[in-house]
């Protein structure tokens, strides 16, 4: 099974200040359509997960263009550039490009 | 507007199974696959399988062949997940959620397994 790797795991962070998640991948995720499918998703404490991000760079409507993604191959990034009260959760990278579906450890964001 | 709605929380026995359902609104249910993942307390997310709604195909965790089963009825838009031979380890909140990148996201269902 792919394995995904998240860092850091606690993410203290002042308001207004930018945060960045990494996700490694233990093969890359290039699909052999040529699609990379990798997926960022928020959780809110006692929520279900919401997709922020979808195809590495994608971000899905509605998220808050403070929110970006980034990365290729077996490296990948979710960058916050201003963090807001309302970012505070758990934040998951998945794969869907090869089954199993696996999602990494999460990474959880907190407010200093 | 897309929805998923869950059935509601269950505690079981260990041994027992359990049968939770994902009722679809809001788009055309056979057009998409179901997939179903858990979460257990304090835990990351973990894929169980999916059903494809048109056809019914589906594909399994190989950690939970054998125990899951997930099923359709198109007639209402819904698919299930049964999982047997419950297992304390078992204890999670069951999600469904959709295909195209699992964009939309059931409210999620408790399972608690418990002697």
């Known amino acids: 099974d792919l394995v995904m790797t998240q860092s850091p795991l606690s993410l203290p962070v002042t308001l207004g200040q930018p945060a960045s998640i990494s996700c490694r991948s233990s093969?890359?995720?290039?699909?052999?359509?040529?699609?990379?499918?990798l997926n960022w998703f928020q959780q809110r404490p006692g929520q279900s997960p919401r997709r922020l991000i979808y195809?590495?760079?994608n971000r899905d409507s509605g998220v808050p263009d403070r929110f970006s993604g980034s990365g290729s191959g077996t490296d990948f990034t979710l960058k916050i550039s201003r963090v807001e009260a309302e970012d505070v959760g758990v934040y998951y990278c998945?794969?869907?490009?090869?089954?199993?579906?696996?999602f990494g450890g999460g990474t959880k964001v907190e407010i200093k | 507007q897309v929805h998923l709605v869950q059935s509601g929380a269950e505690v079981k026995k260990p041994g027992a199974s359990v049968k939770v359902s994902c009722k679809t609104s809001?788009?055309?249910?056979?057009?998409?696959?179901t997939h179903w993942v858990r979460q257990a307390p304090g835990q990351s997310l973990e894929w169980m399988g999916w059903?494809?709604?048109?056809?019914?195909?589906?594909k399994y965790s190989q950690k939970f062949q054998g125990r899951v089963t997930i099923t359709r009825d198109t007639s209402a838009s819904t698919a299930y997940m049964e999982l047997s031979s419950l297992r304390s380890e078992d204890t999670a909140v069951y999600y469904c959620?959709?295909?195209?990148?699992?964009?939309?996201w059931g409210q999620g269902t408790t399972v608690s397994v418990s002697s």
């Open positions: 959620t959709r295909s195209g990148g699992m964009d939309v």
């Open positions: 809001g788009y055309t249910f056979t057009n998409y696959v």
């Open positions: 059903i494809n709604g048109g056809t019914g195909n589906t």
């Open positions: 093969q890359s995720l290039v699909h052999s359509d040529g699609n990379t499918y």
């Open positions: 195809k590495v760079s």
């Open positions: 998945m794969q869907g490009t090869q089954l199993p579906v696996t």
